[in-house]
């Protein structure tokens, strides 16, 4: 598998992972460190609102400039959770440039927020 | 427990620990005491759909805070004595989880926006009368032991219960934590069971026999009836390959496979708005006597059933067995270079 | 007629009554219909041609796995899609030709540009109804479900008044009204991940499906789907089939959960290799 389409299957795994619902509140934690919050801006590349596994992948930049996806995930929210907070297929749209605030992946080399609270570029929240 | 590993368990879909049940203990050598259950009757009368049959359709609930087995220190009490008792019992005893946020800890569940059914019993299992599972048969806690210990490696896929798997929930319709919404449909001869997650059951109710017993299958083999106003349905054909506990939110003790059950679920309507739901699940190479619990089935009215499209987003399970092997190369490099 | 025939008609009768046949009418002749005088679709159909290998003109062929030899060819059939082939934008076409090119896995694994009917992904619609397998409707008044044997592929069609998708899926939100006695489905709201057939037929999220489902007699529907994605597509386009159902004595769905037939190819590479020292 080349380095960046092992890249991408581990976004998607994190990805993934933060989005089915999750018994006990520790399930993200071997994935993502909850001792520590980032912030990044990116732009959506996908965003599917389906049920378990909604789907968020944002274009961004890491700290050496790179292009990476970062996969976005929303904690033990499933898909009906997000909806029932107000998200539908139309809150995000592809291109669109949004900030995510949450917790970090902890694998090296991979880009992914769990937990995550999103702001537009107007400073709204979002949903 | 391994990291990877709960990252599969979260994709237990919402699955409660409602109680990790202690273990059950063997059975002494006794005569296995044989019993029927006969579920209390109702004086209620369903309206009918235009051909005739008792009329259950829509969507139903059933999350519960009540656990399979009576706690220990509710021993000998088989009922709350009113509302108010069962409440504080529940604001004290339900789940815990967290909600959407960053890991703040937990905190109980009962009063945020699940939908518990009231049940004042202090127990599901209703049969026996102790609240608790019958003994093991010698033979199925040996059985026990070995499809644990064996599990316990993560070789396989097989290792991980069905729901991990994204194959089937369960039947008999167990408690659920999350996306538990079930829907009642019928036609002239059928009725189907559809909970939102995985499994949609079939039966037809013109006591035609049951599949060929060379067919298994995860949620079995289900054919119905109607007793005056209550649906009696009884299932087989089911694998050995769907066991219970694990992931799969009865806590039950895991590693009893389903194989050589016989489940007979009555539904029983008691109001429009309440289905009480028994279930006797008997295998007499499993356990030395039959078991019934009572699940109380609610109508919701707001619930619309969703797709659920487990195996389509199922990264986890193959991220869980990577890591169990990532984790087992570790561990023998530190193994060799000790040497 | 003896006293003996007549009493063994009634007795014909009777049992005919009991597996569930309406009195509004005698078999095979007219269409059934419920008590509130629709067209009753409940029942296990199956529609009977390929075009879940290809809903246009196709002739035999061996298939991409060469292993499976003639068990695993691609079986003739006419095209389903009525007045000519599927008017496809010329950029989307190019992408029908590479899905064509990578319909099969060449290497184990989770591969997701291949047809997800490999992967037994959610079909979407309208592939589930022509899959190789049975499907059973459930009718009243209110709704209409249909259940496919094929993994757990299901769909709510609620009649009236039509609700808006609160997510996106495979199969797509449905909403159903009749049409006289034609049953008329709406179907939007569908993610991009499903194919048409197995050769590379595909869509956007854009798509729009309108189905019709009309008797042609007590045992036969004609089954008809626009398809609609200006994303991919110059115009809607239709395609139309026969349903047939399935009179096999005690006939029922079984189990097709088939994302467990697929594990070994999604996670072989991920199974505990005991070592022999």
């Given at each position: 598998m080349t380095r960046s389409r092992l890249v991408a299957a581990l976004v998607a795994a994190l990805v993934e992972a933060g989005g089915v619902p999750l018994a006990a509140h520790h399930n993200a934690a071997p994935l993502f460190d909850q001792t520590k919050t980032i912030e990044l801006e990116g732009t959506v590349k996908v965003w599917r609102l389906s049920n378990p596994h909604p789907l968020l992948i944002l274009d961004a930049a890491n700290e050496k400039g790179e292009k990476v996806e970062c996969g976005v995930s929303f904690g033990n929210a499933a898909g009906t959770a997000l909806r029932r907070r107000g998200?539908?297929?139309?809150t995000l749209k592809v291109g669109e440039v949004v900030t995510a605030k949450g917790n970090p992946a902890r694998a090296a080399d991979v880009c992914g927020i769990d937990s995550a609270v999103l702001t537009r570029a107007d400073g709204r929240p979002v949903p | 427990m391994k990291y990877t590993r709960l990252a599969v368990a979260g994709l237990a879909a919402a699955v409660t620990v409602i109680g990790v049940s202690p273990l059950v203990s063997p059975a002494t050598a006794q005569a296995p005491a044989v019993t029927t259950f006969t579920p209390p009757a109702s004086t209620y009368t369903p309206p009918r759909t235009p051909w005739g049959d008792p009329d259950l359709m829509g969507v139903w609930d059933y999350q519960t805070v009540i656990r399979m087995q009576r706690p220990m220190d509710l021993?000998?009490?088989?009922?709350?004595?009113?509302d108010a008792e069962y409440l504080a019992w529940a604001k004290v005893n339900a789940p815990n989880r967290d909600s959407m946020g960053a890991g703040v800890g937990a905190y109980n569940e009962f009063w945020n926006e699940r939908n518990f059914v009231k049940n004042l019993n202090t127990s599901l299992i209703v049969d026996p009368p102790d609240g608790r599972y019958p003994p093991l048969t010698p033979q199925a806690e040996q059985r026990r032991k070995e499809i644990l210990s064996k599990a316990r490696e993560y070789a396989s896929w097989e290792d991980y219960h069905a729901l991990e798997r994204c194959l089937a929930t369960h039947t008999p319709n167990g408690p659920q934590a999350y996306n538990s919404g079930t829907y009642i449909m019928q036609s002239p001869g059928w009725i189907m069971i559809v909970r939102e997650r995985l499994d949609t059951r079939i039966i037809p109710l013109d006591g035609r026999p049951h599949i060929g017993s060379n067919i298994r299958q995860w949620n079995g083999d289900s054919v119905g009836r109607w007793e005056g106003s209550m649906l009696v349905v009884e299932t087989t054909?089911?694998?050995?390959?769907q066991r219970m506990g694990g992931a799969s939110g009865t806590s039950v003790p895991a590693?009893?496979?389903?194989?050589n059950f016989k489940v007979t679920e009555y539904f029983v309507p008691v109001s429009a708005e309440r289905i009480e739901y028994y279930a006797t699940v008997e295998d007499p190479t499993t356990w030395t006597r039959p078991w019934t619990f009572n699940l109380p089935w609610e109508r919701d009215r707001d619930y619309r059933i969703l797709e659920y499209a487990c195996h389509e987003g199922n990264i986890a399970l193959g991220n869980s067995m990577r890591g169990e092997r990532v984790l087992e190369a570790e561990a023998a490099k530190k193994g060799e270079a000790g040497k | 007629m003896s006293i003996t025939k007549i009493a063994g008609a009634v007795a014909f009768g009777v049992v005919c009554l009991a597996v569930g046949w309406s009195t509004a009418q005698t078999p095979d002749q007219g269409i059934r219909r419920t008590r509130d005088g629709k067209p009753d679709l409940n029942g296990i159909w199956q529609a009977m041609n390929t075009a879940n290998y290809n809903l246009e003109d196709h002739g035999t062929e061996p298939s991409q796995v060469i292993l499976t030899g003639a068990v695993g060819a691609v079986f003739p059939g006419d095209s389903v899609v009525e007045g000519g082939p599927i008017p496809y934008r010329p950029e989307a076409l190019a992408r029908r030709e590479q899905n064509r090119k990578n319909a099969m896995p060449k290497t184990m694994g989770r591969h997701l540009d291949i047809d997800p009917e490999v992967n037994c992904f959610l079909p979407g619609v309208p592939r589930a109804t022509y899959l190789p397998h049975p499907f059973q409707i459930f009718q009243s008044p209110e709704v209409v479900w249909i259940s496919y044997q094929y993994s757990y592929a299901r769909r709510e069609i609620p009649i009236g008044k039509p609700t808006e998708a609160p997510i996106e899926s495979y199969m797509g939100w449905s909403n159903g009204r009749w049409d006289g006695d034609t049953f008329v489905v709406d179907v939007t709201a569908f993610t991009d991940q499903t194919w048409l057939d197995r050769s590379g037929n595909y869509h956007s999220e854009a798509l729009h499906v309108v189905e019709r489902y009309t008797p042609l007699g007590p045992n036969h529907l004609m089954y008809e789907a626009t398809i609609e994605d200006p994303k991919t597509f110059t115009r809607p386009w239709r395609i139309s089939m026969p349903l047939y159902r399935r009179m096999d004595r005690n006939v029922r769905l079984l189990e097709y959960k088939c994302p467990e037939v697929v594990e070994e190819l999604h996670l072989q590479e991920f199974r505990k290799v005991t070592q022999v020292r």
């Open positions: 998200w539908t297929p139309e | 021993a000998g009490k088989a009922r709350f004595a009113s054909n089911f694998t050995d390959k590693g009893i496979p389903f194989g | -």
